[in-house]
């Protein structure tokens, strides 16, 4: 029998990870439905949709049409990682007829079907129910309710995998906290009281980011805003226009605030040799867009998570890679993730405030942000314009 994969993590159930036919960090039509696609995915830790046909008694792979001859002795090696989606009649058939060795499902255009194993596939961008398998949300215009599903199916596994992590390794984090003795108390939240908004803040760091400039909201996003003012208002919160601190998006930060004065002079000297790294690598990467879903609490406040059009981490890796070859310093990424601060603490707050946010809002679509152009250059943590210096303007061709 299959065993049921779905896991928990602080007694919330956490959704498994299905590579859109073998996907996990974006379409490669050139390799989906290929035996070692599939293989490297599942030893990856995801779970894997592949597309099955028979013919005449033969079993294949491919979506569009039977293009990869396999054997049964392949589903049944993989079977406890594999969604079979039957292509044809006689697949289906064939898959049925082992049910109890191989989960599978058929659908076209249907908003629910049901898998052999009783779990509710659902059509992209179809209503959700808790339990169900969420397919495709990254063609959604809203991803509301995956957090509470019992899978993903998505070209993007590695990304919704970070997600998952993220959420369960900071939500420990806080929520630990509330079953120790008072005697053992330890505030978990990071506190930067440097950003109240009184204070001058000169700290810097040289980074590639880009503002709201181009940014479809949907009415949560204005919601969102009125809620945090009153919930949080003491907080250092960021919005498209300010008026204290500027909602953005930091591609990556290329020297990081511990590393700007030590380093400063260094990128004066070889602005050019960064500045030919940036250009180059990033010429293809524009323009995209971010869809914005979800608040996640972490020890120094809230975050939006971003759904890229492109897996971005490709463009970070290769720029490090180039740095380093060069002998450049610079502050490698320390996370896959994007996301744009909404909240930074700048005075005392609970954890548990921050988790009921973020609970509250885990499953809400704030907009989408299309991104034209990058700035490069000094910026700071509240990303105020007047506290900025720009160096060079990414777009589609350079400037």
């Not at 599942?42 to 597309?51: L, R, T």
């Not at 500027?246 to 930060?253: A, E, N, Y």
């Not at 000297?269 to 500045?275: G, N």
Request: aromatic share 12%; glycine share 6%.
């Amino acid at each position: 029998m299959l065993a049921d994969t779905a896991e928990t993590a602080g007694g919330r159930e956490v959704p498994i990870i299905i590579a859109h036919r073998g996907n996990t960090r974006g379409p490669r039509k050139e390799l989906e439905n290929t035996l070692p696609y599939i293989q490297d995915a599942i030893a990856q830790g995801f779970d894997v949709e592949v597309d099955v046909w028979s013919v005449d008694g033969q079993l294949f792979l491919g979506h569009d049409e039977p293009e990869i001859p396999i054997e049964p002795s392949f589903l049944d090696q993989y079977a406890a990682n594999l969604w079979c989606h039957a292509k044809n009649v006689h697949a289906l058939g064939y898959l049925l007829s082992r049910r109890d060795a191989l989960r599978s499902f058929s659908h076209d255009v249907d908003p629910h079907v049901i898998t052999s194993d009783g779990r509710i596939w659902t059509y992209p961008g179809r209503e959700l129910v808790k339990g169900a398998i969420s397919v495709m949300p990254e063609r959604s215009d809203h991803q509301t309710g995956i957090w509470n599903c019992y899978g993903i199916c998505t070209d993007f596994a590695m990304l919704y995998a970070t997600y998952v992590e993220m959420r369960t390794r900071n939500r420990k984090k806080l929520v630990g906290f509330r079953t120790k003795k008072e005697s053992d108390y330890i505030n978990p939240l990071i506190v930067d009281k440097l950003l109240h908004h009184t204070l001058i803040d000169e700290r810097r760091c040289l980074a590639v980011y880009t503002y709201y400039d181009d940014f479809a909201p949907t009415p949560a996003w204005s919601a969102l805003n009125t809620y945090l003012a009153k919930e949080f208002g003491k907080q250092n919160i960021y919005d498209v226009a300010g008026p204290i601190s500027f909602v953005h998006w930091t591609f990556m930060q290329i020297l990081g605030f511990e590393q700007w004065e030590e380093h400063s002079a260094t990128f004066a000297c070889h602005q050019s040799k960064y500045l030919a790294i940036l250009r180059e690598e990033m010429a293809t990467l524009l323009p995209l867009t971010i869809k914005w879903s979800g608040l996640v609490a972490v020890p120094n406040g809230l975050v939006m998570l971003g759904y890229p059009s492109v897996d971005v981490n490709i463009w970070r890796q290769r720029i490090e890679s180039r740095l380093e070859k060069e002998g450049l310093p610079f502050r490698r990424y320390q996370n896959d993730i994007v996301h744009s601060t909404i909240l930074r603490l700048s005075a005392d707050e609970s954890p548990e405030r921050l988790i009921a946010a973020s609970d509250a809002w885990q499953d809400v679509f704030f907009g989408t942000l299309a991104v034209s152009k990058f700035q490069v250059g000094r910026s700071s943590w509240r990303m105020q314009p007047t506290e900025c210096v720009t160096v060079d303007v990414v777009e589609n061709n350079w400037r």
